[in-house]
């Protein structure tokens, strides 16, 4: 009864907070998007956009993400299989045991009119599932000590939610473990299935549990007569075997439960397992209340974020909902941290300890600062510093798991600085239209024709790919050569952006003549940073075989 009370009060505050959840996207606007649209107006909009979405022709690429990226998490496998392998270890074990166990009187009752949760195979799989999410955990945790970046981004929230879920899987196999053992939940069994019998017509029973069951007795069972024994085994089948498997299908409770074999008295005694159980439902109550609030939110935000993306197109959807749109994905965002691990700029934090330069931080700090109680005061310095420093290579976007449009949200909170009086450091790009129309006005400049430049230069295919640079500098950001020097451009002549913009231009004296084009270590951190796919360490190894040779000359 008070499972059932505490599952409804659960469910209730669950509800709640989703319903908040909501109505919150239909409020929060970061950029000038949604400006001038009440809630009501967001909401019909986003319903009517739902609408069109479900009963159309898009429906197909809905599912798709659903199934492919939302619950396969293909975007996730082609970017680190290990993190993928964490991820669905977790999502996936957790799930299953929402459904098969958690809520058995719902869903596993109905299909299986004979399921109990002490018969196999329910009981190996529930151990299966555990073990699962178990070695998820550790994944998580392995992976946030070795790399240095996601160690950086781990915060509470992340800490919070690997804790919780360790504590309900851990409590879960220790209290089965110490039912396995307890003496009393034996009597209560007994009591309740059994009737009211005389300790001799028991101890037939006892010897099979005692020897088959794993349970403890206060009083060693010794040898009984045939009779007993006889009498216990049709006690047993009769009663306990429809519904009691051996224990020891369930592995990892089974091998818990020699921990508590020393300690069987004291087990029965204090009943340790029923403080157990109120740890295991607590945690199990916290998890599912708090879900919406947390960073566990995601579970739902992420794949409706990637269901939206599949539909959404910028240029036909209307302001309103793009507003929403991005109001989502600050909650469909799983702190992986993959986009701070390939940001292009992240090197600047180890000379900078402004987090928010970090793309997953910037996008935590701007749903904080823009959120349903308005922009902090506090925060804006710090974020307009970060957007500053973005060189809008667009590398964040393309390796988000969850699809998040990481570079329209950028521009978005540039619109928003600008609103509350922080126009950005040194930051001109104003839009989306205006940065898409300057990287084709400069792509026209540079793109050399086959007997132009590029042939005078007498450069490889390889080495050609210049005329694709569109000067995010990110080649520069990450080149040791260039965070040696104090004044790098003073040292260089030219920075590596700099030279790829100058062999564009067809400027081939100056590109030949750079320090840069000898100080080259080929370490090839430029050419495996480029979004655009330059090959930068190609060209400057040609431009300085070239420069050899005319010398020579």
């Known amino acids: 009864m008070l499972f059932n009370l505490s599952l409804v009060l659960a469910l209730v505050i669950f509800a709640g907070g989703l319903i908040y959840k909501v109505s919150s996207w239909h409020v929060i606007r970061i950029g000038q998007g949604g400006a001038g649209f009440s809630f009501g107006q967001r909401t019909a909009s986003s319903l ?10 898009g429906i197909g690429r809905i599912l798709k993400a659903l199934v492919l990226d939302g619950i396969l998490q293909r975007r996730v496998l082609k970017d680190d299989f290990g993190r993928w392998l964490t991820h669905i270890l977790i999502y996936g074990g957790f799930i299953l045991l929402l459904l098969m166990h958690a809520l058995d009187k719902f869903l596993t009752l109905p299909l299986f009119p004979d399921y109990q949760a002490t018969l196999n195979p329910f009981m190996f799989l529930r151990n299966l599932f555990g073990l699962l999410v178990l070695a998820g955990v550790v994944g998580a945790v392995w992976r946030r000590l070795a790399d240095r970046t996601v160690r950086v981004t781990s ?21 089965e473990g110490m039912k396995i053992v307890s003496e009393a939940k034996f009597n209560e069994m007994v009591e309740l299935y059994s009737g009211h019998g005389e300790e001799e017509e028991l101890a037939g029973l006892k ?52 921990l508590f074999r020393p300690l069987a008295g004291w087990v029965a005694q204090s009943r340790s397992d029923q403080w157990l159980w109120v740890i295991h439902w607590l945690a199990c109550f916290i998890g599912l209340a708090y879900l919406p609030f947390s960073k566990m939110f995601h579970m739902i935000a992420s794949p409706l974020g990637l269901m939206v993306n599949a539909v959404v197109d910028k240029e036909k959807t209307s302001p309103a909902n793009w507003a929403t749109k991005q109001a989502l994905e600050l909650d469909a965002c799983t702190h992986c941290a993959a986009c701070s691990t390939h940001c292009s700029v992240a090197i600047h ?23 349903r109680g308005g922009p902090e005061a506090g925060q804006l310095a710090s974020l307009e510093e970060a957007q500053s420093i973005c060189t809008r290579c667009y590398r964040c976007t393309t390796v988000c798991p969850v699809g998040i449009d990481l570079q329209e949200m950028w521009f978005s909170l540039l619109e928003a600085l600008e609103r509350n009086g922080r126009p950005g450091l040194y930051n001109s790009t104003r839009s989306l239209a205006d940065a898409r129309a300057a990287a084709s006005r400069k792509a026209e400049v540079l793109s050399p024709d086959g007997n132009g430049f ?11 790919s ?8 990110t080649c520069t950001n990450v080149c040791p050569v260039v965070a040696s020097f104090e004044k790098p451009k003073e040292t260089l002549d030219l920075l590596p952006h700099q030279i790829m913009h100058c062999l564009g231009l067809g400027l081939k004296d100056e590109a030949l003549g750079a320090g840069m ?14 979004p655009q796919g330059v090959r930068v360490a190609d060209v400057l190894y040609e431009l300085r075989n070239l420069s050899s040779a005319l010398r020579e000359g």
Not at 350 to 368: C, F, M, V
Not at 466 to 473: L, M, R, V, Y
């Open 48 to 57: 009517r956009g739902v609408g069109k979405a479900v009963f159309g022709p």
């Open 155 to 175: 915060g509470s929230r992340d800490t919070y939610l690997i804790v919780l879920i360790a504590v309900i899987i851990l409590s879960g196999f220790l209290l």
């Open 466 to 473: 210049f005329s694709h640079c569109f000067s995010c500098q």
């Open 207 to 258: 010897q099979i549990w005692a020897r088959d069951y794993g349970v403890v007795f206060a009083e060693p069972v010794g040898e009984v007569s045939e009779e007993l024994a006889e009498k216990g085994k049709e006690n047993h089948e009769m009663s306990c075997l429809g519904c009691h498997s051996r224990p020891g299908w369930a592995f990892l409770s089974y091998s818990a439960s020699f």
């Open 349 to 371: 934090f180890r000379l900078n300890p402004n987090l928010r330069i970090l793309p997953s931080e910037k996008l935590a700090a701007t749903g904080r600062t823009f959120g």
């Open 454 to 464: 590029r042939a005078g230069l007498g450069l490889s295919d390889l080495a050609s």
């Open 517 to 530: 084009v000898w100080d080259c270590l080929t370490c090839y951190h430029c050419q495996e940073a480029c």
